[in-house]
């Protein structure tokens, strides 16, 4: 494609002006990374990005993602520019303020365009690279006329100096991902000053070691620019373009140094910018004639969309291929329905993570949307099935990833794949690593998207692994996460309940908490005919069984502790006192019912007693004045399972007398 | 050193027989690491190693890590047969239950000997990092007659792909630590099965390209083995040795495969593996002769270490070398005195990471033990000082580490600091970045290290960057954590008493949460004498201000909210209604007071309100009985931090119309 160099130019600098004048009109921000790579930036859209600005939903568009988003003013500016109906020219005025859009880093849930939410830095690039594997598999089930987009990220220093860089370049160059292009902002410029104040790293061999194909451009020379994105396209492994730049580009005095990082450049300095670069329009105007040439680079992707629109329409895997971007629906209920049939039936003694597997099963045979793995815990997770077979550089149409040794890699990617559409992704590990890609889990929960985290190995309950192993505090402190359901099922029956939920809220993410250990089935009498609508674990909490008579207990439990529960239960009504149990499935659900709901299960007017192996700070909530909380506060400790919940006091043993003790306070 | 391989081959033999039996009778257990890398064990020990198995104190041995923790059987069976006192024999026969000290994953502070808690995969390595970045300080400081040590390091295949691992030797290689070796058991097998299942990177290039020295040996091969640790240390580049194994190496039938790496071999295997190796001692039972190989392997560092005793008693630098190594003392409250009396005097209105640099001036000028840093937001996060020099490859005497975007890489290399003695490292970022390194965090209070967290921009204060950056759970998913001290102090005079306790505690790690945004000084009163007995944060919780009259409410909150606390208290004064205002700097130590003080402080008898920008779950521990909880359980958002604040509820004018109402019901 040709290269203009005057009108490229102007497009970049209108790129600057938008950023400097916005960030300084908020008094807060990041202007030099936008000024860094709006010439960049305005290669790629002007060439090589295929979008459609009147349909920021089109399946088969590329994926632009802002890795580096404390410069989240280039994205927006170049949403605006390029035509997006949003953000409007008001919006980016209100800039970092209450209820405009563009936020101070890029969120997704505020801005269509905007692909993922990005901040933390390394998390988009290794979003990115989910991204690139959802399309690879929609590639490999429908064709290239349907799907055969590219993933640009713009990352920074940062985003290549975190861990989850590593992690997620392994795994895409392991997956080949060719058609994921990083163009890295190379500014030799850390917040804490010049790069090799903390660094001394060869990142392009670190990068070609990794299966990457490196490319070097000036990244203020269009022509250059656009030679080394050609390159990275044309070749087959994923691609980092190091783009060379200077961090604030246009500012006269400040260009170059980490002072236009994170703050306004200042009246004066902005003047000078504006002296430089020759750029003499009012703050938020863009002359007519740069505005046509940056609406005209929606062109070729609206014309490519339109031609896409016809082949849908014409394709025989059309109703497949719509159904498979709409997303799961309500099929998770009816896939298990039969599974929870059987197991009223025929009751099953096995650990909650292989109720997972059993539940897996019928989910990932009729739910094709479901690609699933394991940060190299496969068998310890249980989460590959026969429906599942390996997603490889050989094989996109498989359906389960060995993930290595990448927590929060593999987490990052399955928030790009969800992002992405058209597939839903759960991945294992054990539950303490959760701790590894927590800000992974929290960023699914904050992007609104419902991807299940299998958590398994979930107390003391594990046994000999010990205390570096054993969660203590991971399950009440992943309840503190706005927008996450945390399910932590006491059998077979309510793990695939706890599946259904998780697939029937997609904007909502889901970390299931399974135990290692075995646990006897306690539900049966009453799901012969079970269905959706009948799915018990929907209010997060619900009574187990009820007290013969007199009720003076509650006992809630969750997981593991439930058989406990009912075990202590059993003692106290043999002593005559009433006992209700109550299975606590999921906190999050149960603090959604209403309030007469909640106050018949755990009513004011009994002792409630909480029991579960995890903290007891959070159990107040529930157990309300004069109640009593079993739980540990403290780690663990490497003995087998039975030693650890007897040391422990997990035993009816040790609870039923501080019942009884509390009853007659 | 004289390589004898039929002897070194019986010493290694040794240490697979110890592993697969004491693994046996555990029936759990990792065999395959330890029976892997025996034979790179063995010429370590007998060849290089620097230890003294009678002294595992000695300040100038080399330091061990087995950052591969779950091949804990290899590390208990190196202890035992070099002749520490523990593991006892017995101890080993009770690996993996209760009470053992030979814990499934080895334990710092349950054997001397094992200088870290590892399990985690990767940091290990990355705690070895900072062991050796803490040996080239002392050095620099105390020279190369009482301080010439290296850092030992055996890794696995899951250690290295680890995102950590990219922080931790990118930090490695830039500070040139060559005296850090790490012995990679370059078995190419992973849990899910052969390494290439999820990765192709070529490990030893991506290690040259961060400054690291790569030589490799067949780790089967004695004399090999030998020829490439000599490499390592005569290389001034930290190394990395990439050692060819077999999992399992002895084991017939299973050597080679992922059986080997986690579970128990099964009496066949073993009964063949004993005819493989011609070892036909019974379990738990070492041949006299190899028995005494391997109690001469500490003989050289014996010697060594009466050497070295002999230098520090004449040296003029020993009563100064002592007192570093014991530790800070209660030095910290004597530091900050004239500070806190001054600011009695002369109240500063600033955000607490400002007062916590105000802190640290005299601190850091004092206590020569502090080392600082920060991830990359020096300037943020307040933490550098004019006694902390930068720590570089080019001068190790410096003060302040530069660690780069490296969070969960520099809360590892902190831990590793401080278990290797002599320095007491502190190291910032933004609270929402304690995510990326939870685990750390999780193993300073596990492994008892008095480590402080310097976490800035601790909630919507901090305003426009919004809700990716904005902690909302973080504050309490932390004091969910066992054994740390999470301090959220109010003021200036606060966040130095915090300072003060967290160097008090040795043991215990602290996080100190700070504002990004200025607060007003609300102590001072009663403080122009202040000494390290008069802390009042001490007590984790304190009344700030008393009810003028008849008490009927207590309002308590933390940090930022505490002056909203006593606006909204003087506006219910004004009402006639007393109100206590009390500061919960640090629910722990809260926590930790007897039953009276904690009942005068929040009484049964009043109205308790908490008021706290972060998760309210939790809260209800302290204001029991029909309390108010104010809180933030959402994710925040895109504005300035006075916008948000009112958005949120977090004004007087929200909160005293709900306490009136609560009264009132």
Redesign the interface.
């Known amino acids: 494609m040709t290269i203009d160099t005057a009108r490229l130019q102007d497009m970049a600098n209108a790129i600057r002006a938008l950023s400097m004048d916005a960030v300084q009109a908020?008094n807060?921000?990041h202007p030099g990374m936008p000024m860094g790579m709006a010439d960049v930036a305005s290669v790629l859209f002007q060439n090589h990005l295929k979008f459609d600005p009147s349909r920021p939903d089109w399946a088969d568009r590329d994926r632009f993602v802002l890795s580096a988003?404390?410069g989240s003013m280039l994205i927006y500016s170049l949403l605006h520019l390029s035509g997006y109906a949003r953000p409007t020219m008001e919006e980016i005025r209100n800039f970092?303020?209450?209820?405009?859009p563009c936020?101070?880093?890029p969120?997704n849930f505020l801005l269509e365009g905007v692909e993922c939410?990005?901040?933390?830095?390394?998390q988009g690039l290794a979003m990115a690279v989910g991204m690139a594997m959802a399309e690879r598999h929609l590639n490999a089930e429908f064709g290239d006329g349907l799907v055969d987009h590219r993933t640009w990220v713009v990352a920074g220093?940062?985003c290549l100096?975190?861990?989850?860089?590593?992690?997620a370049i392994?795994?895409a160059?392991?997956l080949h991902l060719g058609r994921l292009i990083v163009l890295w902002d190379d500014n030799n410029i850390?917040?804490?000053?010049p790069a090799d104040?903390?660094?001394?790293?060869?990142?392009k061999?670190?990068y070609?070691?990794?299966?990457w194909h490196v490319v070097s451009c000036d990244g203020h020379d269009f022509d250059d620019i656009d030679r080394a994105l050609e390159e990275a396209k044309a070749d087959e492994r994923p691609s980092l373009v190091a783009c060379r730049t200077i961090i604030g580009k246009g500012a006269p005095n400040k260009q170059g140094t980490a002072a236009t990082h994170g703050a306004p450049l200042g009246p004066e300095e902005i003047a000078g910018a504006r002296e430089a670069l020759g750029w003499d329009a009012e703050p938020f105007e863009v002359p007519g004639d740069i505005l046509a040439d940056w609406r005209a680079t929606g062109d070729a992707g609206r014309e490519a969309n339109g031609e896409w629109q016809n082949r849908l329409a014409g394709s025989e895997l059309k109703d497949q291929f719509e159904k498979r971007m709409d997303g799961v629906g309500d099929s998770a209920s009816a896939a298990v329905t039969a599974h929870i049939q059987t197991l009223a039936a025929d009751p099953q003694k096995v650990a909650t993570r292989k109720a997972s597997e059993m539940a897996l099963e019928p989910l990932t045979e009729n739910i094709r949307h479901l690609i699933g793995g394991?940060a190299?815990?496969?068998?310890?997770n249980n989460t590959k099935t026969s429906a599942t077979a390996?997603f490889t550089a050989d094989d996109y149409s498989g359906r389960y990833v060995?993930?290595?040794?990448?927590e929060?890699?593999m987490a990052a990617a399955m928030n790009g794949m969800a992002l992405h559409g058209g597939v839903v992704p759960y991945g294992g590990t054990f539950l303490?690593?959760s701790?590894?890609c927590?800000?992974a889990i929290?960023?699914s929960?904050?992007q609104k998207v419902g991807v299940v985290y299998v958590m398994t190995h979930d107390s003391i309950g594990l046994?000999?692994?010990?205390?570096?192993?054993q969660p203590?505090?991971q399950v009440?402190?992943l309840?503190?996460?706005?927008?996450l359901n945390v399910y932590r099922p006491c059998d077979t029956i309510e793990t695939a309940e706890c599946w259904a939920l998780a697939l029937q809220t997609p904007h909502t993410p889901s970390v299931l908490a399974l135990s290692r250990q075995g646990l006897p089935q306690l539900r049966g009498e009453g799901d012969a005919d079970w269905s959706g609508e009948t799915n018990r674990s929907a209010k997060g909490g619900y009574r187990m069984r009820a007290a013969s008579a007199d009720r003076k207990v509650v006992i809630v439990a969750s997981g593991s502790e439930v058989s406990l529960a009912v075990e202590c239960a059993d003692r106290l009504e043999q002593d005559g006192v009433g006992v209700d149990v109550v299975s606590m499935v999921c906190a999050e659900l149960f603090d959604q019912q209403d309030e007469d709901y909640r106050a018949d299960i755990l009513p004011a007017d009994a002792l409630i007693v909480s029991i579960e192996a995890g903290?007891t700070?959070?159990w107040?909530?529930y157990t309300?004045?004069?109640g009593l909380n079993i739980g540990i506060?403290?780690?663990g400790?490497?003995?087998?399972a039975s030693?650890?919940f007897s040391?422990f006091g997990f035993t009816a043993d040790a609870i039923v007398p501080q019942i009884q003790n509390k009853l007659n306070t």
Chains 1, 2 share one sequence.
């Open positions: 908020a807060s921000g988003g404390h970092r303020q209450l209820g405009s936020a101070g880093h969120e939410t990005t901040g933390p830095l390394g220093d940062g100096m975190e861990g989850i860089n590593h992690e392994g795994l160059g392991h850390t917040i804490d000053g104040l903390s660094t001394s790293e060869d990142i061999a670190r070609e070691a990794t299966g394991s190299d815990l496969t068998g310890s390996p060995y993930y290595g040794i990448r929060f890699g303490i690593f701790d590894y927590r800000n929290r960023l929960a904050l046994g000999e692994d010990g205390p570096t192993h203590v505090e009440m402190s309840r503190l996460v706005p927008n903290s700070l959070g107040e909530r309300g004045c004069g506060d403290s780690f400790a490497s003995a087998p030693d650890l040391h």
